[in-house]
């Protein structure tokens, strides 16, 4: 799929169309000592099975690719509508 680099979208904090650049959302770095993550690490030690479900029967083939806007004049950033696409290509109009 193909989707433009520069769009003009509504901007909610300026109340007015305004070109927005493209970026594409990337899940951002997980935290190591977060409470969930010890909770499992302490779980995890010693005997005893995985304690969560592992999801194997996986029906869906392609992610979910979410556009992020970045508005050029105040620099509010918002999600545009993703899509299931296998890759997704930002290119100049
Ligand atoms: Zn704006």
């Known amino acids: ?5 520069t769009i003009k ?8 169309h305004q070109t927005h650049n493209v ?7 997980e935290r190591t000592l977060n409470q969930g993550r010890r909770r ?11 304690p969560k479900p592992i999801f194997h029967k996986n029906a869906k083939l ?10 050029s004049v105040c620099g509010k950033k918002r999600y545009a509508q ?7 290509e930002l290119h100049e109009v």
């Open 1 to 5: 799929m193909k989707y433009p680099r």
């Open 40 to 50: 499992l690490e302490r779980k995890k030690r010693g005997y005893g099975s995985f």
């Open 62 to 71: 392609n992610k979910r690719i979410t556009p992020l806007l970045e508005c």
């Open 9 to 16: 979208k509504y901007c909610p904090k300026c109340r007015s």
């Open 82 to 88: 993703s899509h299931r696409t296998k890759r997704i």
């Open 23 to 29: 970026a594409l959302y990337k899940k951002g770095k």
